[in-house]
Nanobody, 126 residues
């Protein structure tokens, strides 16, 4: 079974940067698309970004376009989310999730994802 563990969260000032990691075990990561979700206090979990199994396709929520970059290194069984120009509105717990088969229309549907990490806290505050 695929297992995922997020890391790299922390406290940063507005305008700062963080790089989140999603480390996989139990299976080769190149079999799965990886999606980053986030959940802020009092809000529903929302999709942030997706990268296809071999990195050929990437997608971003409008709220993070131009600021976040998703990537992966399948040789290291790890996916990443580089977060630049961070805003207080980015404060949330960030989760990675994996899915072997996906569509654009359902890429941010949480019910379609079988494998989840436990989350890493990102706080953007001055």
């Amino acid at each position: 079974q695929l297992q995922l563990v997020e890391s790299g969260g922390g406290l940063v000032q507005p305008g700062g940067s963080l790089r989140l990691s999603c480390a996989a075990s139990g299976s080769t990561l190149d079999s799965y698309a990886i999606v980053w979700f986030r959940q802020a206090p009092g809000k529903e979990r929302e999709g942030v970004s997706l990268i296809s199994s071999r990195g050929g396709s990437t997608y971003y929520a409008d709220s993070v376009k131009g600021r976040f970059t998703i990537s992966r290194d399948n040789a290291k069984n790890t996916a990443y989310l580089q977060m630049n120009s961070l805003k207080p509105e980015d404060t949330a717990v960030y989760y990675c999730a994996a899915r072997a088969f996906w569509t654009v229309q359902t890429m941010y549907d949480m019910t379609r994802y079988r494998y989840w990490g436990q989350g890493t806290q990102v706080t953007v505050s001055s």
